[in-house]
C-alpha cells in the first residue's frame, strides 16, 4: 500500500543525511506545499471558521482519511523513528508530550510508543459504531464533537513530531512535498470544523510547539486562511 508513490519499501536502504536542517530551513522548504497549494490559492473553509459542525459524515470521512495517510506516512519513517533515536514524543526544543496512563498520570514515552498508543487508540475509535455510525438514518452520539476533538489533537501532536524531529528523513525520502499538503489541508479542516486548538499549534510560555512557526508561514503567505 502507498501514498503518493510511498511505502514501507521505500525506505528500504535509505539513510539520513549526515546534517539535519535549521529550522529557517525547514520552514524554507516546507512554505510551499509541492505546488497543491499556493499564496493565490489559499485553503479556505467552507464557511466561517468553526461554522461546520464536527458531527457530519463529511468531517467523520475526512478525519478517517487523515488517519489514514498520516499512518502510511509514519510508516516510512519508523526506519528513523525508533526507542533509542527518539526517547520521547518531541515536538519543539523544550516539548515533550505525555501520555495519561491507567492512573490518570502524565508520563513520558518513547515516540514509537507514543504514536503507537494513539493510532490504536484512534482505529478503535474509528472501528466503533456507537460513536462512528455508518448507517445514514444512525444519529452521531453527543459526545461526538468532543471524542472528534480528542482525536484531531492527537493526530496533530504525530504531525508536529514528524515535523521537529523527522522533516530532514522526508526531505531525504523526497516525501516532504506530499506530507507538507496532507498538513495543510489538515490544519485547514480543523478550523472549518472548530476542531483546532491555537494553543496546540502555537504552545505555552517555553514551550513552542514546531510547527507552530510554519503555521504563521502559511499564514502570511496565504497559503492558510487567517
Known amino acids: 500500500m502507498s501514498f503518493f508513490g510511498l511505502g514501507r519499501s521505500a525506505t528500504k536502504g535509505a539513510r539520513a543525511p549526515k546534517r539535519s536542517p535549521t529550522i529557517p530551513d525547514q520552514l524554507s522548504t516546507a512554505a510551499d506545499p509541492s505546488g ?45 523513528c525508533t526507542l533509542s533515536t527518539c526517547t520521547t514524543m518531541a515536538a519543539g526544543d523544550t516539548l515533550d508530550y505525555t501520555w495519561i496512563d491507567s492512573n490518570r498520570k502524565q508520563v513520558k514515552l518513547p515516540a514509537p510508543t507514543y504514536v503507537d498508543y494513539v493510532f490504536t487508540w484512534v482505529q478503535n475509535l474509528l472501528e466503533d459504531k456507537t460513536i462512528f455510525p455508518t448507517d445514514s438514518g444512525r444519529p452521531f452520539p453527543q459526545t461526538f464533537a468532543s471524542t472528534a476533538k480528542h482525536i484531531y489533537r492527537q493526530l496533530l501532536r504525530v504531525f508536529a513530531h514528524i515535523f521537529h524531529s523527522h522533516y530532514v528523513h522526508l526531505l531525504h525520502l523526497q516525501s516532504e512535498p506530499h506530507f507538507n499538503s496532507l498538513f495543510a489541508h ?41
Do not use: C
Not at 43 to 58: D, E, F, Q, V, Y
Open 36 to 80: 497543491a497549494l499556493s499564496p493565490t490559492s489559499p485553503i479556505t473553509p467552507g464557511g466561517s471558521p468553526g461554522s461546520r459542525s464536527p458531527a457530519s459524515r463529511h468531517s467523520d470521512l475526512e478525519l478517517f482519511e487523515f488517519y489514514t495517510n498520516l499512518n502510511m506516512f509514519y510508516g516510512v519513517l519508523t526506519e528513523f
Open 186 to 226: 489538515f490544519l485547514a479542516f480543523g478550523k472549518e470544523y472548530d476542531l483546532l486548538d491555537m494553543k496546540d499549534i502555537r504552545g505555552q510560555p517555553g514551550q513552542r510547539v514546531g510547527v507552530g512557526d510554519l503555521w504563521e508561514k502559511w499564514r502570511e503567505m496565504g497559503i492558510l486562511d487567517s
